[in-house]
Structures are given as structure tokens and as C-alpha cells.
């Protein structure tokens, strides 16, 4: 299956999700992003742009991908699988160095109310060290679209995501 992988900040394309999705044979479109030189309205066109020429039915992203893959389901339809997502990138990408401007991230917040929640899974780790501000999640999309890895940290590959991605990918 056709699924579109969005990394993290300061991330790499081939991920543990990457890794995780092509073991499970999916064919994997995972673009490279340097989220410090690029705007995220350019991020969002490139992953606009890819979804009209691939046609993913699943979108993935981890972390600040998380928020990207959370944005294009809304806009589109096409359920999403979050890892560890950082939805509100305004907040957290400053804290992690990020120097760029925020407030094209602010602006692109506001297209998450346009989701609908029940394609939208997450798995979060339970102990994630760098997003602290995953009640978000749990209070935005339903209970029963959330996973939680206790002992799981912020990286992917600290979480079963095979197996997951395995259960929710369908």
C-alpha cells in the first residue's frame, strides 16, 4: 500500500516509521526536509503536492511530521497515523532551537479543526522526554484512537510500531 511518511525535526526520512512501514512491505514515499531552512507553508506544499501526484491512502508523521500528517488528513480525508506528535510545533520547535518564525505554524493550526478525528490514530510514548503536551491528543481525538506505550519515549524506535502500524494500517 501507498503510504506517504513525514519525519521529524531535525529527523531523517528513513525513520523508524520508514523502517517499521517497509518491513510490513508498504511502498513508502518519504520525503527529506532541513525543517530549519524551509517555511512550513513550504512543507505543506511540497506534502500537498506529493499527495496529488502518489495518492497515499495513509499518511504517517512523527513528531513535527505528526502535525504535518495530522494537517493533510484534514485537508484531504486520508486517515493519518501520528507518532509522538508535536501539534502545536509553535510551542515546541523554539524549545528544541528551531529560529525560524512560527506564526506560519500558528496559521496552519487552525486547519486541524477541520478533522475528521476518526481517521486519526495516534501512539504515544508514555515517558516521550521532549513533547509534554500530548493531552492534546487525548482530548482531541478520541480515546479509543490513542495508544500509549508507557515505558516509550519521544523516538519511534523506542515504540512497537511494526506491530502497531500492522493493526492500524488497513
Not at 525513520?15 to 510490513?24: D, P
Not at 495508544?147 to 524506535?157: C, D, F, K, N
Amino acid at each position: 500500500m501507498k503510504i506517504l511518511n513525514i519525519h521529524g525535526f531535525r529527523g531523517s526520512a528513513e525513520n523508524a516509521a520508514f523502517g517499521a512501514l517497509t518491513g510490513l512491505g508498504h511502498d513508502v514515499v518519504s520525503p527529506p526536509f532541513d525543517y530549519d531552512s524551509v517555511t512550513p507553508d513550504k512543507v505543506a506544499e511540497k506534502l500537498r503536492r506529493i499527495i496529488k501526484t502518489d495518492t497515499p491512502r495513509y499518511i504517517v508523521g512523527t513528531s513535527y511530521g505528526g502535525f504535518f500528517a495530522a494537517l493533510l488528513s484534514a485537508e484531504t480525508g486520508i486517515p493519518a497515523v501520528l507518532v509522538n506528535p508535536c501539534l502545536m510545533p509553535f510551542y515546541h520547535l523554539p524549545l528544541l532551537g528551531y529560529e525560524g518564525d512560527i506564526a506560519p505554524m500558528i496559521a496552519l493550526f487552525g486547519g486541524l479543526a477541520k478533522a475528521d478525528r476518526s481517521i486519526v490514530k495516534c501512539i504515544i510514548g508514555g515517558s516521550d522526554e521532549i513533547i509534554d503536551t500530548h493531552s492534546l491528543e487525548t482530548n482531541y481525538y478520541s480515546a479509543e484512537n490513542i495508544t500509549v506505550i508507557p515505558e516509550g519515549l519521544h523516538s519511534g524506535a523506542t515504540l512497537p510500531l511494526a506491530e502497531y502500524f500492522g493493526e492500524v494500517i488497513k
